[in-house]
């Protein structure tokens, strides 16, 4: 098989405005960037208020491994599959971070013959949304500072400013640093750091907004810090919310590109699931949903993570409604949460796949707690045996969910027809009840705690007194009515990436928690998980160059 990048490279597309034209995107509706990718205008979306929306469909995934799952491959194969055998439908899917392209996981425009195109531009500057995002956080970080150079008049208290910057690399040295420093014509000395861009509340901000009168207007209620009397101060007490939001003028606007199989894929906004919502942009999967039959989308991670706060956080702002979940599995996913060591998943061992089958039993149970109907899609690779399919298949049974296999990264849309059509029967049959997981006027620890014994497995959840009284003071504030966005490891139900399985009587430590009042939600930052991550020893960075030919090699 050929690398993901060379079937990307050989892939034969069609100028972006026919993709739109597909859709009824009249040409003087989209701006191009270049032949393959555009933006479509928002005065047209909100042209398109009172069509009817199509079926929404989230797919998901057991908690992921070294071994992989392939979700975003899985996603953008269903909606090719789809299309194949006769529906409108088109994919929805966050835009790649630079940091796990150039770290660990490498890129997210899916894999072999089930991607987006076109692959390098979308998993480096794209059309250059991520950039945006950063500068206009990074403007709000320069704007208090300067605020505090010239007087502070509203007497902000440098101990308690909140705002750090942000950059789309994996960069540990910045986590936490001192700027200021070199006398009075520099600032002013004071601690400060670094998140990567994904968990950016401008990010969250910005993948919820459905205009950008309401981008402003929450870009203005973000708090970035407190007076010395303890009281709130936002964004907007800067001045800085009408230049930020004119650095996302541009950007707000979804982007629209192409399958391999040229079926339509709608690209746009990119929080993580571990650290942030990890979801694509409200205002993409709307204009999708008003310009197909049936969308297909997909949330970070495992389900605990990416469906979890799909459901409580982007379903609850946007009254998205979910008409059916997949859930990706993979035979060597459930061996390695089995106990089987990396190294041996070639083998088949059946009894490994049942003691590993537990993880994927749980997400299948927590889907089916948010009211709606799932199928597991089974991402097959070559090692898998009759015997460890069977075993997936008859215990998923036993949970009243199908299981159907799929071959996207070696087939394409032709590796899995039997899925789309279990997908589009499910998404039609009404069978969907969808609700939340828990009420807004619940306290902010019950919410907590609520997630962490009903998604998780958890007895309980802690965290020490000071923790404790910030829960109790942003109640005070009135964010109350906030829902919980949980930053923790994606490896496992507990925050011990280590802990395989489905792990339970664990407890889940807040080690510290981030108000994010303009996204409206409440991060809650869990065990050891950092908002910056580090590069690996090796990283994918090593391997990416440009050749003789002026392409780019090494990407995946």
């Given at each position: 098989?050929?690398?993901?990048?060379?079937?990307?490279?050989?892939?034969?597309?069609?100028?972006v405005?026919?993709i739109?034209?597909?859709l009824?995107?009249?040409a003087?509706?989209?701006?191009?960037?270049?032949?393959?990718?555009?933006?479509?205008?928002l005065?047209y979306?909100?042209?398109?208020?009172?069509r009817?929306?199509?079926?929404?469909?989230?797919?998901?995934?057991?908690?992921?491994?070294?071994?992989?799952?392939?979700?975003?491959?899985?996603?953008?194969?269903?909606?090719?599959?789809l299309?194949?055998?006769?529906?409108?439908a088109?994919?929805?899917?966050?835009e790649?971070?630079?940091g796990?392209?150039?770290?660990?996981k490498?890129?997210?425009?899916?894999?072999?013959?089930?991607?987006?195109?076109?692959m390098?531009?979308?998993?480096?500057?794209?059309?250059?949304d991520?950039?945006?995002?950063?500068?206009?956080?990074?403007?709000?970080?320069?704007?208090?500072?300067?605020?505090?150079?010239w007087?502070?008049?509203?007497?902000?208290?440098?101990?308690?400013?909140?705002?750090?910057?942000?950059?789309?690399?994996?960069?540990?040295?910045?986590?936490?640093?001192v700027?200021?420093?070199?006398?009075?014509?520099?600032?002013?000395?004071?601690?400060?750091?670094?998140?990567?861009?994904?968990?950016?509340?401008?990010?969250?901000?910005?993948?919820?907004?459905?205009?950008?009168?309401?981008?402003?207007?929450?870009?203005?209620?973000?708090?970035?810090?407190?007076?010395?009397?303890?009281?709130?101060?936002?964004?907007?007490q800067?001045?800085?919310?009408?230049?930020?939001?004119?650095?996302?003028?541009?950007?707000?606007?979804?982007n629209?590109?192409?399958?391999?199989e040229?079926?339509?894929?709608?690209?746009?906004?990119?929080?993580?699931?571990?650290?942030?919502?990890?979801?694509?942009?409200v205002?993409?999967?709307e204009?999708?949903?008003?310009?197909?039959?049936?969308?297909?989308?997909?949330?970070?991670?495992?389900?605990?993570?990416?469906?979890?706060?799909?459901?409580?956080?982007?379903?609850?702002k946007?009254?998205?409604?979910?008409?059916?979940?997949?859930?990706?599995?993979?035979?060597?996913?459930?061996?390695?949460?089995?106990?089987?060591?990396?190294?041996?998943?070639?083998?088949?061992?059946?009894?490994?796949?049942?003691?590993?089958?537990?993880?994927?039993g749980?997400?299948?149970?927590?889907?089916?707690?948010?009211?709606?109907?799932?199928?597991?899609?089974?991402?097959?690779?070559?090692?898998?045996?009759?015997?460890?399919?069977?075993a997936?298949?008859?215990?998923?049974?036993?949970?009243?969910?199908?299981?159907?296999?799929?071959r996207?990264?070696?087939?394409?849309?032709a590796?899995?027809?039997?899925?789309?059509?279990?997908?589009?029967?499910?998404?039609?049959?009404?069978?969907?009840?969808?609700?939340?997981?828990?009420?807004?006027?619940?306290?902010?620890w019950?919410?907590?705690?609520?997630?962490?014994?009903?998604?998780y497995?958890?007895?309980?959840?802690?965290?020490?007194?000071?923790?404790?009284?910030?829960?109790?003071?942003?109640?005070?504030e009135?964010?109350g009515?906030?829902?919980?966005?949980?930053?923790?490891t994606?490896?496992?139900?507990?925050?011990?990436?280590?802990?395989?399985?489905?792990?339970?009587?664990?407890?889940?430590?807040?080690?510290?928690?981030?108000?994010?009042?303009?996204?409206?939600?409440?991060?809650?930052?869990?065990?050891?998980i950092?908002r910056?991550?580090?590069?690996?020893?090796?990283?994918?960075?090593?391997?990416?160059?440009?050749?003789?030919?002026?392409?780019?090699?090494?990407?995946?």
């Amino acid at each position: 098989m050929q690398p993901d990048i060379e079937i990307a490279r050989a892939a034969s597309t069609i100028p972006v405005l026919e993709i739109g034209a597909r859709l009824g995107i009249p040409a003087a509706e989209m701006i191009p960037y270049g032949h393959d990718k555009a933006k479509i205008r928002l005065d047209y979306l909100h042209s398109l208020a009172d069509r009817p929306q199509g079926k929404l469909v989230l797919v998901t995934a057991m908690s992921p491994t070294p071994a992989g799952e392939g979700k975003t491959t899985v996603a953008i194969g269903l909606a090719d599959a789809l299309n194949r055998v006769g529906h409108n439908a088109s994919v929805c899917l966050r835009e790649p971070s630079l940091g796990p392209c150039f770290g660990l996981k490498g890129g997210a425009a899916g894999g072999g013959y089930a991607q987006v195109v076109p692959m390098e531009d979308i998993n480096l500057h794209f059309t250059g949304d991520m950039h945006a995002i950063g500068a206009a956080h990074n403007l709000l970080a320069a704007m208090i500072d300067n605020y505090v150079h010239w007087g502070n008049e509203i007497r902000i208290d440098l101990r308690k400013v909140t705002w750090r910057r942000v950059v789309d690399i994996n960069d540990r040295q910045l986590r936490q640093i001192v700027t200021g420093v070199g006398g009075p014509a520099n600032g002013y000395p004071m601690e400060g750091g670094f998140d990567i861009t994904v968990a950016s509340e401008v990010m969250a901000i910005f993948c919820l907004s459905r205009s950008l009168a309401e981008l402003q207007q929450r870009l203005g209620r973000i708090v970035i810090g407190y007076t010395r009397g303890g009281e709130p101060v936002t964004a907007e007490q800067v001045q800085a919310a009408g230049a930020m939001t004119a650095l996302l003028k541009d950007a707000l606007a979804p982007n629209l590109a192409q399958t391999l199989e040229n079926n339509p894929a709608f690209i746009h906004g990119g929080p993580f699931a571990n650290i942030a919502h990890g979801c694509n942009s409200v205002i993409a999967t709307e204009a999708a949903l008003r310009l197909s039959d049936i969308v297909v989308t997909e949330a970070g991670f495992g389900a605990d993570l990416g469906a979890e706060k799909f459901f409580d956080i982007k379903c609850r702002k946007s009254g998205l409604r979910p008409d059916a979940a997949v859930i990706v599995a993979t035979v060597r996913a459930l061996k390695m949460h089995g106990g089987v060591p990396r190294g041996e998943l070639e083998a088949e061992n059946v009894a490994a796949v049942e003691e590993g089958l537990a993880n994927l039993g749980r997400h299948i149970r927590n889907i089916g707690q948010y009211g709606v109907p799932a199928v597991v899609a089974l991402n097959h690779f070559d090692s898998d045996t009759d015997a460890e399919i069977q075993a997936v298949r008859e215990y998923t049974a036993r949970s009243g969910v199908d299981t159907q296999v799929c071959r996207y990264w070696a087939q394409g849309s032709a590796g899995g027809e039997e899925l789309a059509h279990a997908v589009a029967a499910l998404a039609s049959s009404g069978a969907a009840q969808f609700r939340t997981l828990y009420d807004d006027a619940q306290p902010l620890w019950d919410k907590a705690r609520t997630i962490a014994r009903s998604i998780y497995g958890a007895d309980d959840i802690a965290a020490d007194q000071k923790i404790r009284d910030r829960f109790r003071q942003y109640e005070a504030e009135g964010y109350g009515h906030f829902p919980i966005c949980m930053a923790k490891t994606q490896y496992s139900f507990s925050t011990d990436p280590q802990l395989l399985g489905a792990p339970d009587k664990h407890t889940v430590v807040i080690r510290d928690l981030a108000l994010a009042a303009g996204a409206e939600f409440l991060v809650a930052i869990c065990g050891d998980i950092m908002r910056m991550p580090g590069l690996p020893r090796k990283p994918a960075a090593n391997g990416i160059f440009v050749n003789a030919q002026g392409q780019i090699e090494g990407l995946f």
